[in-house]
């Protein structure tokens, strides 16, 4: 599978700023929804389907605002494909999204998880409607947003 696009353009677009959200699921279908919900939000999406792909796309496509990852990948965990990304921009919030509840999640993910300031992630079991999505986005994001202004 293996693809990582780009929609939109990053940066200031008619004064505004546009967010970029970076997208990691390896479920084709899953990624074009989530995407898909988000682009009709006018975010800027940028789309991975293998953790080494969003770490490479990540690190060269900044500002990211938001990092949306599935827990479990084919060739890694989403958690540490997070931890990753946070060494390089360490306000970036991360929405955990996953099949499964947290309980059945693998330790060394639960413990991940929990390194992360609590102000700066959420979770969101799969299936979810796109108004709860779009509201966890805005709410890490917005979080984002004052902390910045604050700085």
């Known amino acids: 599978m293996g693809r990582a696009s780009e929609s939109g353009v990053a940066g200031k677009a008619k004064g505004l700023f546009v967010e970029t959200v970076l997208i990691l699921d390896d479920d084709a279908a899953i990624l074009e929804c989530i995407a898909y919900v988000l682009r009709f939000e ?32 084919p060739d890694g965990s989403g958690i540490d494909v997070a931890l990753k990304l946070i060494a390089s921009y360490p306000d970036l919030p991360v929405l955990v999204i996953s099949g499964n509840p947290m309980d059945w999640w693998a330790s060394k993910d639960v413990s991940n998880f929990s390194r992360f300031p609590p102000n700066k992630v959420d979770f969101l079991e799969k299936p979810f409607p796109a108004s709860e999505l779009k509201m966890r986005v805005r709410n890490l994001i917005g979080r984002r947003a004052q902390r910045n202004e604050a700085a």
């Open 42 to 73: 006018h975010y800027t999406v940028l789309e991975a389907s293998t953790a080494l792909q969003a770490i490479e796309v990540g690190r060269q496509c900044e500002p990211l605002s938001l990092f949306v990852t599935d827990i479990e990948l």
